[in-house]
């Protein structure tokens, strides 16, 4: 496939192969985008800021509606293509397509309710009988930079609000899961984007991610990825604006009176979905002490039950990890764990990038499995004795995106989620469903 960029698709002579995780096979080729490159797409994305600025909400929100509309009537091959370079399964693949339609239509409905608000100056005694407004007005150019696991949505919840709001875009997507990304970028210019509002780079990230981000001329940059680029970015791009969601290493707390039989299928999922490779999959399980082997009783079947192998097998329940070394890392740190004590009570094998979905017990929580983001398909299992240990537990991480909890108890579910420590905390209560 070619890039595109300053309003035309383009190839080059340095080539970068996307290989399918699953058979090692080359799938296609993309061009390997030099400076040069960059600086061309930045020149004309900056002048076609100013267009993106003057075009009408009505005529965004049309765009984005239309694309929407194309996305769904083309989801069946996106997913095929989504399933052959990310090496999630073929049911996820048409799950995330089908969220990226979602994400379309809610930035078209949100490109007509971006307003201002008025100011009541009167609220202080100099300014009786004055009143001030604002508005909200384009950034200009923005980069975005998106991770391989979701290769359409995510690049989707950048994209779309950019163009909503009347804003130009560079595109960037992850090296290894290009191909959808371009796919979006066809598509979006056949539904009605000015050819130059939009660029798509493809290239690595330490060739051209770096300068991209440093140039002055980008207005804002959003990035989702793992907490040490993160870092790196946030070094390069100084005070300008940016916008991160980085990695995390995600807890989930289960109590006695818990609904097991909703709790276990439920934990299952956010852990292996694909493969682990999401940000908020489920890493470390905290479970009351008085519940743990009928926990470990219920758990260990239904992971065995996992089928694992080619993402495009209808029947298949995970796929691989992106790429083989991917795996073998983690591989390389159940072993490290295995060899201070813990116990894989299921998995711990792998062949190519698939690797066995893994239970581990009695893992030290300086382990790298405990400690450090997985982003693989295992889950570490804790026994605890106290919701105060469980919580302790959750909170004694360097990351802090996501954690849940399984109660029967309101007041313990609210309660842990005023001391847990992240961004979000999911609660299923037996008493009351929440969904």
Not at 34 to 40: G, R, V
Not at 302 to 318: C, F, H, I, N, W
Not at 390 to 411: C, E, M, W
Request: glycine share 10%.
């Amino acid at each position: 496939m070619k890039m595109y960029k300053a309003g035309a698709w383009c190839d080059s002579p340095d080539k970068m192969e996307v290989r399918s995780p699953y058979s090692g096979g080359v799938i296609d080729s993309v061009p390997r985008a030099s400076l040069a490159d960059l600086e061309e797409a930045i020149s004309s994305a900056r002048d076609a800021a100013g267009e993106m600025c003057r075009l009408p909400a009505y005529e965004r929100s049309r765009i984005l509606r239309t694309g929407a509309e194309m996305l769904e009537a083309s989801a069946e091959r996106f997913a095929q293509t989504l399933a052959s370079e990310v090496g999630k399964t073929i049911r996820e693949a048409r799950g995330e397509v089908s969220r990226s339609v979602e994400t379309l239509r809610l930035s078209s409905e949100e490109a007509k309710r971006i307003h201002g608000e008025t100011v009541p100056f009167d609220a202080g005694p100099v300014a009786v009988n004055k009143v001030g407004f604002y508005m909200r007005v384009p950034v200009g150019l923005v980069a975005a930079i998106s991770p391989f696991n979701f290769p359409l949505n995510l690049v989707l919840h950048k994209v779309g609000p950019a163009i909503a709001a009347g804003n130009s875009v560079i595109l960037k997507p992850a090296s290894a899961t290009p191909l959808v990304a371009l796919m979006l970028t066809e598509l979006l210019l056949e539904a009605g984007l000015p050819p130059t509002a939009i660029n798509a780079l493809t290239g690595p990230g330490g060739e051209i991610g770096d300068a991209l981000v440093a140039d002055p001329r980008i207005d804002m940059v959003t990035f989702t990825g793992s907490l040490e680029v993160g870092r790196r970015i946030a070094a390069r791009r100084g005070l300008g604006k940016l916008t991160m969601e980085l990695g995390s290493n995600s807890a989930c707390i289960v109590m006695q009176g818990a609904d097991l039989d909703r709790a276990v299928p439920k934990i299952v999922r956010g852990g292996y979905a694909l493969a682990g490779q999401v940000c908020i999959s489920v890493q470390r399980v905290y479970v009351l002490d008085a519940i743990y082997d009928q926990f470990l009783e219920r758990l260990i079947p239904q992971v065995r039950s996992l089928k694992v192998g080619d993402p495009l097998d209808e029947t298949v329940d995970m796929g691989p990890m992106v790429t083989e070394e991917a795996a073998v890392r983690a591989l390389d740190w159940i072993a490290e764990a295995v060899d201070a004590g813990a116990t894989a009570v299921v998995g711990g094998g792998r062949a190519r990038a698939l690797l066995e979905p893994t239970v581990l017990t009695d893992v030290s929580p300086e382990a790298k499995v405990s400690c450090e983001e997985a982003f693989a398909p295992i889950l570490v299992v804790n026994r605890v004795h106290t919701l105060d240990e469980a919580i302790a537990g959750v909170n004694d991480s360097k990351y802090g995106l996501q954690a849940g909890i399984f109660t029967n108890d309101i007041g313990q579910a609210f309660d842990a989620a005023r001391r847990i420590e992240t961004g979000g905390v999911m609660m299923r209560v037996v008493c009351f469903d929440l969904g």
